[in-house]
Each structure stands twice: as structure tokens, then as C-alpha cells.
């Protein structure tokens, strides 16, 4: 499907960094539906594209009139936030159309939803739908303090009981992912996104409480961060044998889309597995969330938008 054409309608300023940008049709013709927990990629001016969640605090999602995103103004920024954060009322841009790699599971099984910081977007379709729908849930959002609680008083008023806002100041410290998992049903579907470190502890819980991996789902809110000790390497490409050089700073999707090869992602942030590859030669540097322990240990698969390589070339099955 074509890309569409957006007008900003409005900004809001929901929480400390974060703005809301609501967007409708540029040209007044009807916004392809989605589904709770989708994204759309939204077009930067150097050509790149950034993913951002569809919030649906309405119940729209299937004949939806506006589009809303949320976005936290980040200090490291690569280009995204930045945009999205100049944007003023009246401007157009481009959008994918809506895509989904973050369902609800489960069917009507209890839903635990996990949100850390700006990684409640997603979330909020998710706990719109499951309300309408009447299934068990639980909605656990956790921020740094309540100037960062972007959304809250509009979750408390539709959620009630089934919000729990937990403040880091005000707790003292981290959200209890421990006693979450405990309290969880048995048959749970356990949703959550934020940053890495709440991701992988939580399925390291779950995993350990006996719940199947299939019933833990999570979406990451950034792409990993680039590390100060990052260095270049090869990577060669089985189907033609074509090396190329991947720099510090840039991805190895980023290199090879630039010299023209075909290639299938989507996230870029290594949490929803499209650009899986199967790894021939060489020991691959995971920075993903989606691989598990033991396919990490083995070096046999990576994802190609955010690992990098611990040895000097590594041979795709590309």
C-alpha cells in the first residue's frame, strides 16, 4: 500500500519531553484502519523513517478519523524525536501505512500489559480494546516521577483499578517485576515495552515462572544504543560474495539498503524478528530482544538492524 499524506492537527504537551501529535488525511480521504498495538513509520527529511505507536484512546482503531502518536524528545536523538518534536500545526508528512508486529495474544485469556516510560503508547490501544472486549486485564505503567506520567489522569479515568501507576521516586525505586509476574494468572498473556533492561528481565521471570514463550510479548521503545567501543567489520554475503564495510554508528541494514540489496526489516529497534539471517562464518555481537539465550549462545542467527559482529568478518545468508 502507498504511502499517505498527513496534516498535523494539533500538538499536545501530555508529560515532561513528551508531545502528542494528532494527525488526520491531508487530502480529507478516509485513514486505513489498524489494530491495537500498531505502528507507522513515519518519513524524515533525509529519507529515513522512524516507527511510532497508534494511540486509540476511543475505540476507533477500525474506522479511525485522526491517527495520535507519542513521542519522548530524546537527548541522543538520531533524527526522529527531533522532527517529530518541530512539527507544527497546519505541516504535512508522510507516512507507511499501519503495520502490526505487537498484537494482543491470547484469545481471551487475562492480559498483563507492562509499560515503561514513553513505551505506554502502544499500551493504550491495547487496554482500550481489552476493556470494550470485557477480558481480564492489568495495566502497569512505570515512569521516573509523575512529571513524566504522560496519559495518566485519562488512563485512571477509563481504567481505574485496572491502572497501576507506579512513580520511581515515589516507590522508592524500580517497578516490581517479580511480584507482577507472582500475581500474574497462570494463563496470562504478558505484554510489555519499554526500555531493554525491563524487557529482558521480565521474560528472564516469566520464562522462569513457567509461563510459554509464546505468551510473553514485548516491543522495544528505542533501538539500542551505539557503544563507545564499537569498531568496523565485514560482512559478506553468500548468494554473490559481495563484502561490505560496516562502520561505527551505522547498522548493517543501513549499509547494504544503501548499496542497492534487497532486504526485509521493519523495527530496526531488534525486537520483532523480520530481519532474522542465518549467520555461516564469523561470531555475531546480539544487541536484540527477540533471540533467546540459547539462539544467542549458538551464533547461528542474528538480526541484522541492531548486532554487530565480535569478529572481524561475519558471512550472512544473504
Given at each position: ?104 495474544g ?8 507492562i ?36 496519559f ?5 479515568q ?21 511480584g ?111 533471540l ?8 547461528k ?18
Amino acid at each position: 500500500m502507498a504511502d499517505i499524506e498527513l496534516k498535523v492537527a494539533r500538538i499536545e504537551a501530555p508529560a515532561d519531553l513528551i508531545r502528542s501529535v494528532i494527525l488526520v488525511s491531508a487530502d480529507g480521504s478516509p485513514l486505513p484502519a489498524f489494530t491495537p498495538g500498531a505502528h507507522m513509520r513515519i518519513a524524515l527529511p533525509d529519507g529515513d523513517t522512524r516507527p511510532y505507536s497508534l494511540i486509540d484512546f476511543d475505540g476507533h482503531c477500525a474506522a479511525p478519523e485522526q491517527y495520535r502518536l507519542g513521542i519522548r524528545l530524546e537527548s541522543d536523538s538520531r533524527g526522529g524525536s527531533r522532527f517529530m518534536h518541530g512539527l507544527a500545526e497546519g505541516e504535512t508528512l508522510r507516512a507507511s501505512p499501519p503495520k502490526n508486529d505487537f498484537a494482543l495474544g491470547g484469545g481471551d485469556s487475562p492480559v498483563v500489559l507492562i509499560a515503561g516510560g514513553i513505551g505506554i503508547t502502544p499500551m493504550i490501544s491495547m487496554a482500550t480494546a481489552l476493556k470494550a472486549s470485557g477480558r481480564p486485564y492489568v495495566l502497569h505503567y512505570a515512569v521516573r516521577n509523575q512529571g513524566a506520567a504522560a496519559f495518566a489522569d485519562r488512563l485512571a479515568q477509563q481504567h481505574g483499578d485496572n491502572l497501576c501507576l507506579h512513580l520511581d521516586d515515589a516507590a522508592g525505586g524500580p517497578l516490581d517485576l517479580a511480584g507482577i509476574v507472582a500475581r500474574a494468572d497462570d494463563a496470562a498473556h504478558v505484554h510489555v515495552c519499554g526500555p531493554k533492561p525491563m524487557i529482558e528481565a521480565l521474560r528472564e521471570l516469566a520464562v522462569g515462572a513457567g509461563y510459554p514463550k509464546d505468551h510473553i510479548h514485548f516491543e522495544l521503545f528505542d533501538a539500542p544504543a551505539d557503544q563507545d567501543d564499537d569498531t568496523a567489520f565485514e560482512v559478506e554475503l553468500a548468494s554473490s560474495g559481495a563484502v561490505y564495510t560496516i562502520p561505527p554508528g551505522r547498522s548493517i541494514i543501513d549499509v547494504l539498503e544503501e548499496a542497492g540489496e534487497d532486504l526485509m526489516y521493519d523495527c530496526q529497534r531488534g525486537d520483532c524478528g523480520i530481519c532474522q539471517t542465518d549467520v555461516l562464518e564469523g561470531t555475531p555481537d546480539h544487541r536484540d530482544v527477540v533471540l533467546s539465550d540459547e539462539e544467542h549462545a549458538s551464533g547461528k542467527v542474528m538480526q541484522i538492524c541492531v548486532s554487530r559482529a565480535r569478529t572481524p568478518r561475519l558471512k550472512l545468508d544473504l
